[in-house]
């Protein structure tokens, strides 16, 4: 991206700005959490190699179970955050181009037609440019902090099996950017 079209995103998201972080601080909690699940999971089970006590696995099973459900709650909440920031979005961008659309002279609307208009300020305003915008940020955002998360608890469990898996990582995401 050039740093016009980096610009123009961030006018877009100047009056958003502390809901997004919002957003983002949300993500890294649930990332978080999410990749804290097999640890939990993993102290279970050795517990059992170790004559665990009814009572601490009972524990680690609640620990478990209510760590997934706040994972699932709070990724329940930045799903419908992240939807309520694409409508705000694209009734911005919507508002926006109307109000330019609206000042252009009558040749304008004789060289263009109308179809074409309409196209742009519905399919391509809500179906492209909104989800970009903000879901797209979003999820890019929340892959990299699952990849980061996840190999950093990899590493705490296995730092072989981590090496053997991780990899082929940088190739993939050489494949990834080319594609």
């Not at 300020?121 to 699952?146: M, N, P, Q, Y």
């Amino acid at each position: 991206m050039t740093r016009g079209e980096v610009r123009w995103i961030a006018r877009l998201w100047s009056p958003f700005a502390a809901f997004g972080v919002l957003i983002v601080a949300l993500t890294v909690v649930n990332t978080i959490a999410r990749v804290a699940l097999p640890l939990v999971l993993k102290k279970t089970f050795d517990g059992f190699e170790t004559d665990l006590s009814a009572a601490a696995l009972l524990s680690g099973v609640l620990l478990y179970f209510a760590l997934g459900t706040f994972e699932w709650a709070l990724a329940t909440v930045l799903i419908f955050m992240r939807g309520l920031m694409n409508l705000k979005f694209e009734m911005t961008a919507r508002l926006n181009a109307y109000a330019r659309l609206v000042h252009h002279a009558p040749g304008f609307f004789q060289k263009y037609r109308t179809g074409d208009l309409v196209t742009r300020l519905t399919d391509d305003v809500s179906e492209k440019l909104s989800w970009f915008i903000c879901s797209g940020i979003f999820r890019c955002i929340a892959a990299v902090l699952v990849v980061v998360f996840a190999v950093v608890m990899m590493i705490r469990l296995d730092p072989f099996l981590t090496l053997c898996t991780v990899g082929p990582l940088p190739g993939l995401i050489f494949l990834f950017i080319r594609m």
